[in-house]
T-cell receptor
Framework: GENVEQHPSTLSVQEGDSAVIKCTYS??????FPWYKQELGKRPQLIID?????GEKKDQRIAVTLNKTAKHFSLHITETQPEDSAVYFC???????????FGKGTSLLVTP | NAGVTQTPKFQVLKTGQSMTLQCAQD?????MYWYRQDPGMGLRLIYY???????DKGEVPNGYNVSRLNKREFSLRLESAAPSQTSVYFC????????????FGSGTRLTVV
């Protein structure tokens, strides 16, 4: 089955700096790659996703890049703010019929 | 529009007791899922239902059973709870498996003593 590795497990940055979280996946048939943000004590929420026919997608301060050849994808957060502090999960899946497989998460701390 | 509703929010069980976690969605989604979240382990799939009438095992199905009661409801049952099942359980739904994002419920924090 699909195996999703996520790095780093913890990340601390200063407010205004950029943060990058990287994920690799094992199943070359995977073609959907979402990212979720989970604040302490709350449910995961989808923040951005990308499909395999797209190499990069951006939404304000958040961007995701995908390299299908190398089987890795990354989340980039620019101009970080304290409210970006949370646990971020990457995930991957094939087409219809398969559930998402999640990475183990990255705990991001943005210090003022 | 409630989204995905899970009950209960908290539960303490004794080893060997049984219970059912309830999940309902009002978004007309076809697919529903149960995950467990443990510290440092991320979200691990227990069971999922790609569509009404179907269920499939995920990564960690042992000790659990599920029922897709109708399109809206997907329940998770622990027949004989064990301390290893202490976890936070999340139900989620999506329009279809694999190609659309999930909407998660608020979670059930289960402690087995």
């Amino acid at each position: 089955g699909e195996n999703v590795e996520q790095h780093p497990s913890t990340l601390s940055v200063q407010e205004g700096d950029s943060a990058v979280i990287k994920c690799t996946y094992s199943d070359s048939a995977s073609n959907y790659f979402p990212w979720y943000k989970q604040e302490l004590g709350k449910r995961p929420q989808l923040i951005i996703d990308i499909r395999s026919n797209v190499g990069e997608k951006k939404d304000q301060r958040i961007a995701v890049t995908l390299n299908k050849t190398a089987k890795h994808f990354s989340l980039h957060i620019t101009e970080t703010q304290p409210e970006d502090s949370a646990v971020y999960f990457c995930a991957a899946s094939r087409n219809s019929g398969y559930a998402l497989n999640f990475g183990k998460g990255t705990s991001l701390l943005v210090t003022p | 529009n409630a989204g995905v509703t899970q009950t209960p929010k908290f539960q303490v069980l004794k080893t060997g007791q049984s219970m059912t976690l309830q999940c309902a969605q009002d978004m007309n989604h076809n697919s529903m899922y149960w995950y467990r979240q443990d510290p440092g382990m991320g979200l691990r799939l227990i069971y999922y239902s790609a569509s009404e009438g179907t269920t499939d095992k995920g990564e960690v199905p042992n000790g659990y059973n599920v029922s897709r009661l109708n399109k809206r409801e997907f329940s998770l049952r622990l027949e004989s709870a064990a301390p290893s099942q202490t976890s936070v359980y999340f139900c989620a739904s999506s329009g279809s498996t694999g190609v659309t994002g999930y909407t998660f419920g608020s979670g059930t924090r289960l402690t087995v003593v």
